[in-house]
C-alpha cells in the first residue's frame, strides 16, 4: 500500500501513521452521523446501504431531536448550525384529548422545550450532503457477514459483491444481519402494533382533525393499549399512528394490500370516538401501514468480539418513546470519537464505546419500558399526562 487509506474496508500497515477504515451497514441517522464524525476526524468509512438511492422511500415522520443526546451527536458531527436551519417552529406543543375530544392537556410551544422538531428525511439528507462522494454504497442488501479469524469480517451483499473488513459496524436496525456475529438475541413483539396513515392538506380539507391535532403533537388514549395518535409536519400534514394491543394473529387477519378494507377494520376500533379523531383514520390519503412494535431484551448486551460492533436498534432496540433516532445518533457520535481518540487500537476503541453504551442503553431501556406502560396502561390517559407535566 501506497500510505493512503483503504476504502473498501482493509487496514493500513501496522505502526502507520492512518486511523483504521470502517466499514458501515446501514444508512440510518446512526450509520450516517458515526462516518460523519469520523469524517470530521479524517478517517475514512463506507457505508453500505440496501435502498437503491437516498430517495428509494420516505424515511417516517418528525424527530425531536433532544439538547441531552441527538444534539450531542450533532455538535460532535459539526453540523448543529445546519440542523437549526431544518427545525420547524412550533412542533414542540402537545395535546391529550379524551376519546370523545375534550380537551385534557394542552401544552404550547414556548420555544424552552430543549427537543425541536425536525422532519427525518431533512436530517438524513443531512447527514448524507455532509459526506465525502461516495461515501454510501447504495443497492447494497446484505445476505450474509461471516468471521474470518483474526478480526476481519467478510460481508456479501445480494447484488454478488463482497468487502472483507477489520472494523465492521452493525447499524442496520432492529433486524440486523450483523448482530448475530455478536449475540443470539431476536427482536420479540410486545404486544402492541402502530397503524400508520397521513392526512394531506388538513387545514383546508380537514379542517376539525386539523384543529384537534394542533400545531404540535396530540394523542387521545384510552385503558388496554389503545389510541389515536397524530403530529403535524411541514404546513397541513399531519401524521397518524393508531395504537392497538393484539396479538400478531389478530393483525394477520387483516389483509393490508386492501387499503380500504384495512381502514374501515382498524376503524372498527374506534366505533363512537370523536369523529374528529377517527378522520384520521378513514379519510387517510396513505394506504394503512401495519408497524407491529419488537424490542429487545432490557439489558442486551455481549462479549467483545474482535473487529465488530452495533449501534442503534441493532445493539438495543427498545419500545417508542422519542429516543431511538436519539440514541442511534448518539451512539454512532461517541463510536466515531472512540476510534479518533484511539489510533491504531480498534480494540481498545470498542471496548470503550461498548462499556459505555450498555449502562446508557439498558437505562433507556427501562425508561422506554416505563414510558410506554405510563401511556397505554390502564390509567390511560393520565399516566401520559402525568408524563409530560413532570408528576410521573
Known amino acids: ?3 493512503r487509506p483503504d476504502l473498501t474496508g482493509g487496514l493500513e500497515p501496522e505502526g502507520a501513521p492512518m486511523h483504521t477504515p470502517v466499514t458501515i451497514i446501514g444508512a440510518g441517522l446512526g450509520g450516517l452521523t458515526l462516518a460523519r464524525v469520523l469524517h470530521v476526524h479524517g478517517i475514512p468509512a463506507t457505508v453500505y446501504e440496501a435502498e437503491p438511492s437516498p430517495t428509494a422511500r420516505t424515511q417516517g415522520g418528525m424527530l425531536d431531536i433532544h439538547d441531552y443526546n441527538g444534539q450531542l451527536a450533532l455538535q460532535a458531527a459539526g453540523l448543529m448550525d445546519a440542523f437549526r436551519g431544518l427545525i420547524l417552529e412550533g412542533r ?7 376519546w370523545d375530544g375534550t380537551v385534557l392537556l394542552d401544552q404550547p410551544d414556548d420555544g424552552t422545550g430543549g427537543r425541536p422538531e425536525v422532519l427525518r428525511g431533512e436530517l438524513r439528507k443531512l447527514l448524507i450532503d455532509s459526506l465525502p462522494a461516495g461515501t454510501v454504497r447504495w443497492g447494497h ?34 433486524w440486523s444481519r450483523v448482530r448475530p456475529l455478536l449475540s443470539n438475541a ?6 402492541t402494533s402502530f397503524i400508520e396513515t397521513y392526512l394531506f392538506d388538513a387545514d383546508t380539507r380537514h379542517p376539525a382533525s386539523a384543529k384537534a391535532v394542533g400545531g404540535g403533537a396530540m394523542a387521545a388514549l384510552v385503558p388496554g393499549g389503545k389510541g389515536i395518535q397524530a403530529h403535524r409536519e411541514s404546513g397541513g400534514t399531519l401524521h397518524t399512528y393508531v395504537a392497538l394491543t393484539q396479538p400478531k394473529e389478530w393483525f394477520a387477519g387483516i389483509d393490508f394490500t386492501d387499503s380500504a378494507t384495512a381502514t374501515a377494520r382498524i376503524a372498527q376500533e374506534f366505533t363512537g370516538w370523536a369523529p374528529e379523531l377517527t378522520a384520521l383514520i378513514t379519510d387517510g390519503d ?19 468480539v474482535p473487529g465488530v460492533t452495533l449501534l442503534g436498534d441493532a445493539a438495543h432496540l427498545t419500545r417508542p418513546n422519542g429516543e431511538g433516532a436519539n440514541l ?13 481518540a484511539h489510533p491504531g487500537d ?12 450498555f449502562i446508557r442503553s439498558a437505562e433507556a431501556a427501562i425508561e422506554a419500558t416505563r414510558d410506554f406502560g405510563l401511556c397505554f396502561d390502564d390509567n390511560a390517559p393520565h399516566g401520559l399526562i402525568s408524563l409530560l407535566t413532570g408528576n410521573a
Open 1 to 3: 500500500m501506497d500510505g
Open 286 to 304: 396513505t394506504p394503512p401501514v401495519l408497524r407491529p412494535i419488537n424490542t429487545l431484551p432490557i439489558g442486551h448486551r455481549w462479549d467483545r
Open 186 to 191: 431476536t427482536p420479540e413483539y410486545v404486544g
Open 328 to 340: 442511534a445518533m448518539y451512539d454512532g457520535a461517541e463510536l466515531g470519537k472512540a476510534i479518533a
Open 141 to 174: 442488501k446484505v445476505s450474509s457477514v461471516r468471521a474470518l479469524g483474526d478480526g476481519r469480517h467478510e460481508v456479501t451483499f445480494a447484488n454478488g459483491t463482497t468487502v472483507v473488513t477489520r472494523l465492521l459496524v452493525g447499524a442496520d436496525g432492529a
Open 346 to 357: 480498534v480494540e481498545a476503541a470498542l471496548t470503550a464505546y461498548e462499556e459505555a453504551l
Open 92 to 98: 414542540e406543543a402537545t395535546r391529550v384529548l379524551a
